[in-house]
């Protein structure tokens, strides 16, 4: 039984800074692509960004580039997301997911993951 269970999320004002952790358990995770994703009231679910396994290729959405870090440690069955500048349209349930098949080269398709956690809110205030 694979376990994602995601921490990090609240309230921050605009410009502030979050740091998403999503620990996984149940199955050897160095050997999963990663991926946050976010839903916003009333929007379909986004990609937000991907890691590969060993962390060596990233994907991010537009909307979060040279704003957003994804990383991951192996040791520690965790991967995270570092959130900085953020924005009011950022607020969202952030998701981590996991895919067991695109484990060298993320997918940003929500469909090609296996594994969800079950998400944590994050409010950014203008």
């Known amino acids: 039984q694979v376990q994602l269970v995601e921490s990090g999320g609240g309230l921050v004002q605009a410009g502030g800074s979050l740091r998403l952790s999503c620990v996984v358990s149940g199955r050897t995770f160095s050997r999963c692509a990663m991926a946050w994703f976010r839903q916003a009231p009333g929007k379909e679910r986004e990609i937000v960004a991907a890691?590969?396994?060993?962390?060596?290729?990233?994907y991010y959405a537009d909307s979060v580039k040279g704003r957003f870090t994804i990383s991951r440690d192996n040791a520690k069955n965790t991967v995270y997301l570092q959130m900085n500048s953020l924005k009011p349209e950022d607020t969202a349930v952030y998701y981590c997911a996991g895919d067991t098949t695109h484990w060298n080269t993320p997918t940003s398709r929500w469909s090609e993951y296996d594994y969800w956690g079950q998400g944590t809110q994050v409010t950014v205030s203008s």
């Open positions: 890691i590969n396994w060993n962390g060596g290729r990233t």
